[in-house]
């Protein structure tokens, strides 16, 4: 069992940065893969960004490729998304989730565990 937090949404302005945290307990956080996800309103929740258990290995949605950046703190039990070049249509609801296992998802429905979602809006 892992129980999620995320933190650190808020308002951005087009083009800036801006960084989300995840803060999980349980045991076997080291060894869950983790994304992040979201939603923006209207819309299905979308894969924003993976990363393997140890963090050797991340994967990006084509939209974020470039811009985002995932990774996390095994020793300190915490995920980040770090959110450069920020764009309107990044705006949505962020959210945090992890994987039973240690294989990396890339669609919601791979994910077991989530978080109550950080709100993010990128005004133009």
């Known amino acids: 069992q892992v129980q999620l937090v995320e933190s650190g949404g808020g308002l951005v302005q087009a083009g800036g940065s801006h960084r989300l945290s995840c803060a999980a307990s349980?045991?076997?956080?080291?060894?869950?893969?983790m994304g992040w996800l979201r939603q923006a309103p209207g819309k299905e929740r979308e894969f924003v960004a993976a990363?393997?258990?140890?963090?050797?290995?991340?994967y990006y949605a084509d939209s974020v490729k470039g811009r985002f950046t995932v990774s996390r703190d095994n020793a300190k039990n915490w995920m980040y998304l770090q959110m450069n070049g920020l764009k309107p249509e990044d705006t949505a609801v962020y959210y945090c989730?992890?994987?039973?296992?240690?294989?990396?998802?890339?669609?919601?429905?791979?994910?077991?565990?989530w978080g109550q979602g950080t709100q993010v809006t990128v005004s133009s």
């Open positions: 349980g045991r076997t956080f080291s060894s869950s893969a």
């Open positions: 989730a992890a994987r039973r296992g240690v294989r990396v998802g890339v669609t919601p429905d791979e994910y077991d565990y």
């Open positions: 990363i393997s258990p140890s963090g050797g290995i991340t």
